[in-house]
């Protein structure tokens, strides 16, 4: 696994930045002219969508490369650092594209950088040494760095006044008991919700969160009014207060998602967006914006295995039928197919089905009587008969673990 650590540096780089990225904004617009735009029918719908696709053979590359190698004053290895770091822009820009999250215009990268290709450096001793033009060396040291140098090193970005530095850490705070425990993982606003077949119902309450969320939202509203009044006071007071709830709140984080990844080896989570959850309600998406639940996925993605399933019908599928209720009200989950007529928290309901959508799974009775319902009736689950359900599972399905930070 790779992590990313920031160290600052003292170097004149801004006039090789500069040249970088003109070259990197002029082979992206180069690529985005040779974009054909592909019609596809929307579904349902007499609209269409237009699909970007645009050249990225061997011949391309090799006809922008030779293009920009002419007059370049700089290392050849720079301009290949260029032509890939504009694909992946251009990846990046088509794959916001689709979701509707970018407009038909090509990107322009405005703050310069750099992306330090392994051949354009070197570790020696407590320096990283990195090519600027042929026999012409720039030096960072290392010396006073805050973490450990793993076996390798990724590619660093350099920027005028730091180098962000991928160096490989190895992170395991999955004990050997658990490693073949994977769980999905339902995300609400004061708890998430797992379950596994072999733990059952897991709960962890991050309420401590939301709680510094809302006590940092109150001081900023303070410092609002007196900036209103002392406009520099108010600017060093948020500055302050600011660094206060990031750190505040990271501690936090690390503190769940530490408890997640030592649960489980591997653990999947809705893909959610919020956007899309905006209402006319104030308080609504002001609590909604308070969220953290890609920032927890982004901490578990190095701390262990993470899987992202589509939310989509994941709390009003069925979990044992797969039938689906568009109407939920209550904390209760009532199937509307009377076959099944299973009662259940709405919580696990959703974990279920997110356990199954990253296990690949299809929703079946036998599998539920079998992987559910028989692991909780430690907790009240009694039958009615030998062929029928239990009475409630709202009564039985108590949480196994409750995890309160």
């Known amino acids: 696994m790779l992590k990313t650590y920031s160290l600052k540096h003292r170097l004149n780089v801004r006039e090789f930045l500069y040249a970088y990225i003109a070259i990197l904004n002029s082979m992206i617009k180069d690529i985005w002219e040779t974009i054909e735009w592909e019609e596809i029918p929307i579904k349902g719908k007499k609209q ?48 916001n594209y689709i979701k509707g999250r970018r407009k038909r215009n090509y990107p322009v990268v405005k703050r310069p950088f750099a992306r330090i290709k392994q051949t354009m450096m070197k570790l020696e001793g407590d320096k990283l040494r990195i090519t600027i033009k042929p026999y012409e060396y720039l030096y960072i040291d290392l010396s006073k760095r805050y973490f450990k140098l793993g076996s390798r090193i990724g590619e660093p970005i350099l920027t005028p006044t730091h180098i962000h530095l991928p160096v490989e850490v190895d992170i395991n705070l999955c004990p ?30 991050i309420k ?29 007071l948020k500055a302050k207060y600011s660094q206060r709830e990031k750190n505040r709140i990271e501690q936090i984080l690390h503190r769940i998602t530490n408890k997640l990844s030592s649960m489980g080896s591997k653990h999947g989570f809705e893909d959610l967006d919020k956007k899309g959850m905006f209402k006319k309600s104030k308080k609504w998406n002001r609590e909604l914006s308070s969220t953290d639940w890609k920032t927890i996925v982004k901490h578990m993605d ?13 709390s009003k ?27 259940i928290n709405r919580q696990p309901n959703a974990a279920i089905n ?26 009240g689950a009694e039958w009615k008969e030998t062929n029928e359900l239990v009475r409630s599972l709202y009564d039985t399905m108590k949480p196994q673990f409750y995890g309160v930070l």
């Open 354 to 379: 997110i356990y199954l959508k990253m296990e690949g799974l299809s929703h079946d009775v036998g599998w539920f009587d079998e992987n559910v319902v028989s692991g909780f009736t430690q907790t």
């Open 317 to 343: 599928d069925c979990s044992r039928c797969g039938c689906v209720n568009k109407d939920l009200n209550g904390v209760i989950f009532r199937c509307v197919n009377k076959e099944c007529g299973l009662k």
């Open 176 to 205: 050997e008991e658990n490693k073949n425990i994977r769980l999905g993982w339902d995300s609400n606003k004061m708890s998430l919700d797992g379950f596994s077949p072999k733990t059952g119902w897991m709960v962890i309450d």
């Open 48 to 95: 269409k969508r237009l699909i970007p696709h645009y050249k990225k053979d061997k011949v391309m590359k090799s006809i922008l490369r030779d293009r920009y190698l002419e007059n370049w004053e700089y290392a050849n290895h720079w301009v290949d650092s260029a032509l890939k770091t504009a694909y992946s822009i251009l990846g990046s820009w088509k794959k």
């Open 208 to 236: 401590e969160l939301h709680t510094a969320h809302i006590a940092c939202d109150n001081k900023r509203r303070r410092i609002n009014r007196i900036a209103a009044k002392k406009l520099k006071a108010g600017k060093r």
């Open 302 to 314: 190095y701390k262990s295995s993470v899987e992202l399933v589509p939310p989509y019908n994941t």
